[in-house]
Every structure is written in C-alpha cells, then in structure tokens.
C-alpha cells in the first residue's frame, strides 16, 4: 500500500502557491523586457510555445509538493533556479535596474520557501527518520504510545519529534476511520494524553504521522516534559 495524505500544514500550501506566483511574474517580467503587453494573447501563446519545457517543470512541480514526495524538495529547488535562470539572462541580454532588484528580491524569497519546504519535508510530520536498527532501540527504551481508532486499539512507539508533532512506528494493521485520535505516551511510570491529527499514513513501514491542534494546551505542555525527561528532537531515547 501506498502513502497517503490527510493533512496538508501551512508551509506546503505556501510553496504551492509561491510555486505559481513564481511563474506569473517571470511571465509579466517577460512582458515587460520585452515591451509587450502581458494581456495579449499572442503574447501568452508565444510563451506557451516557447517555455513549454517550463511549463512541464511547473506541473511537475505542482504535482510532488501536493502529494508531499519526499523529493518534492529537490524538484521544486530546480524549477526555482530555472526561473532565477531567466532573469540573469535578461540582465545579461539589456540590463535594468527593475529586472534587478527584482531579481535580488526574489532569490532571497525562493531561498527562504525552499529552506522552509525542506525542512517540513525532512519533518516528523512526514518522514519518520529511523532504520531498522534505531526502531528496536527505540522500542526498548523509547516512548511508546497507544491510541484508539474505529473502536480498535493500537500501540506503537515515538520514532521522533518536533515543535509541530511526531511519527509513531505502531504495531498490525491500521485501517485509519478517524484522522483525530487522543494519543496516550508511556514512558516508565509516566503518561500523558493529547490530541493529534493525522498528516500522513505509511502502511508499507507501518508509520504515521501527526500534527499537534493548534487549541490543545496539553501538547505544549508535553513539549516541556520531554526536554525535562532529556529527549531532544531526532533523539528520542535517554
């Protein structure tokens, strides 16, 4: 079985739409170096013809960031530096000052949407980051976890965290009925309960991973008691 996706967070749905913005203005830039109108159609069958290769790079694009692939990341890093291609050569071509300093404004804003994108890709909200080796550690002595789901209850174990949420590695067959579940973590003599919900579904590796609701409390407070115990992110045995 294949990943699924419940939950897209704020940071893919703003590479998303800066993904599009991003080919908007290189098309009005185009316009204007050109000194053609942006509302014409020959101007836009032109450029369809001319930058299809772009076009397919964007649907591309588009495609792994709203299924969060894991290589997501690297394809859309490509298609922001062909972009930036585009400008330095029409700085190279007839300089201008506007092409510029739109220019510099735009590589420090793709920089930062890439960084950002890479970083939630990388995230325990989507990728569980554990080998084989480092899971029956963790099952030792690692926080485990249950939590009910259509009436059946499942355990598992934390296989790492972050500010937002976690991925849990858990035990049998998950058919997922509800993507809100109150997830209880033991550890020793220690428990405590939060509500999560689900942002992505692994069955292949039998994963799962869940995102804090923004109302819940209790999850702030479970970040506390972590770093007390001595866990830190990508570590989460002591």
Known sequence: ?????????????????FCVLSLVFCYLCYAFVHEVSAFNSNTFKEI???????LLLFLMCLFSLFFVKSFASNIYLFFLLVILSFYLYWLYRD???LVLLASGMYFVLAFMSWSNLSWTLSSPLYRGNYDQYSL???????????????????????????????????????DLKDCESDIEFKYRNWKYDCKMRVTILEPQKNGMGLVSLASDQKWMDFKGILKRLGFSNHMLTV
């Open 95 to 97: 300089w201008n000052h």
């Open 136 to 174: 029956i550690h963790l099952q030792r002595s690692g926080i485990r976890v249950s939590f009910y789901n259509g009436g059946k209850k499942y355990d598992g174990v934390v296989t790492d965290w972050s500010d937002e949420g976690i991925y849990i590695h858990y035990k049998g067959s998950l």
């Open 48 to 54: 369809i013809y001319l930058a299809w290769p772009l």
């Open 1 to 17: 079985m294949s990943s699924k996706i419940y939950q897209r967070i704020p940071a893919i749905w703003h590479s998303i739409l």
